[in-house]
């Protein structure tokens, strides 16, 4: 039997998210990139239930106007219940502030009823699993965002080494070619001088098939946003498949 037909009697009983299904407060209108790279590391019946918090573009007034969506889209998300959800986007914490991702999961939680989690905390969380303190930080923001990132990783406690961003559109993003980010992760990187980790914020970056060579390359950790909310996804409703090709922190757990 091939592997498409293995799980066929899941599939027959139990539907697409025979194993986990995550909900996903996803920042941009438009998503393709992002689920994208979600299915190809996903193992299979683990799913994505999305829905949009309808940002067009990465500024500081989109993105207060994104969250300010978020409590409407978390009720909504919640009709189709997911096993968890996991608010996208490390703007939309990183331009409120410092601790704005716990009063927003907060604020999910009570409209929602379901357990959630913030994308930005999940990349923390793995970051902080293998010990990294120093990051190189590879974005895909304008240099203003870039600048409330570096502030909340900071104040994190992480030392950032080096961050450096593609500044384009979000249109433009979500049809980037994959040499982008590989190019991006390695002059990030090796600015740092020292790093223990290079960190790809932002979901819709199309990274995930760079992380394995990344690791491999410049022997270090590398943690992406959407690689690190399927890792909190799975671990938070207990999925414990280890999942090769996309980096050390997928294929620990």
């Not at 992002?34 to 500024?59: H, I």
């Not at 409209?111 to 293998?130: M, P, V």
Request: proline share 4%.
């Amino acid at each position: 039997m091939n592997e498409a037909a293995s799980d066929y009697d899941n599939l027959y009983s139990d539907g697409l998210g025979y194993r986990a299904r995550i909900g996903f407060l996803s920042p941009g209108l438009v998503d393709e990139s992002l689920s994208a790279q979600f299915y190809r590391m996903a193992p299979r019946g683990v799913t994505m239930v999305r829905t949009s918090l309808e940002l067009r573009d990465v500024t500081i007034e989109e993105t207060f106007a994104m969250v300010a969506r978020v409590e409407a889209a978390s009720k909504a998300l919640a009709i189709y219940k997911p096993g968890c959800i996991i608010l996208g986007g490390s703007p939309t914490v990183a331009v409120p502030g410092h601790g704005s991702d716990e009063k927003l999961v907060e604020l999910i939680r009570n409209a929602s009823g379901i357990q959630a989690f913030a994308a930005q905390a999940a990349a923390i969380e793995a970051l902080r699993k293998y010990g990294a303190r120093k990051l190189a930080v590879a974005t895909p923001f304008p240099e203003v965002v870039n600048v409330k990132v570096r502030e909340f990783l900071e104040k994190s406690g992480f030392e950032v080494l080096s961050l450096q961003g593609l500044d384009i559109s979000y249109l433009q993003l979500t049809r980037a070619p994959l040499q982008q980010s590989y190019e991006l992760g390695r002059r990030c990187f090796e600015a740092a001088k020292g790093a223990d980790a290079l960190y790809f914020p932002g979901a819709p970056q199309p990274v995930c098939d760079n992380i394995e060579r990344l690791e491999k390359e410049l022997g270090t950790l590398v943690i992406s946003s959407m690689q690190a909310t399927l890792w909190k996804g799975m671990r938070a409703l207990g999925v414990k498949t280890k999942v090769e090709g996309y980096g050390k922190l997928l294929r620990d757990d």
